[in-house]
């Protein structure tokens, strides 16, 4: 299977995984994102760094939230 079958399939999986409807959509492009990550760097551990940074952003962006 090539990259763009394998990245679309698990960006798939991964956007299910966060099942808010508005956050599916976006994480589509957040999985690709991580698989080419995954796919230039050869290791998960960019990948796993990528991701805990954007779950801090978007975490601190809901602390900040003045109307959540």
């Not at 956007?15 to 690709?32: C, E, N, Q, S, Y």
């Not at 990948?47 to 003045?66: K, Q, R, S, W």
Request: hydrophobic share 65%; proline share 3%.
């Amino acid at each position: 299977m090539g990259f763009m079958a394998a990245a679309g399939i698990s960006s798939v999986a991964f956007a299910l995984f966060h099942v808010t409807p508005f956050l599916i959509l976006l994480m589509i492009f957040v999985g690709f994102a991580l698989a080419w990550l995954f796919e230039r760097r050869g290791s998960l551990i960019a990948t796993i760094g990528a991701h805990a940074m954007f779950n801090v952003i978007g975490y601190t962006l809901l602390l900040l939230d003045p109307g959540g």
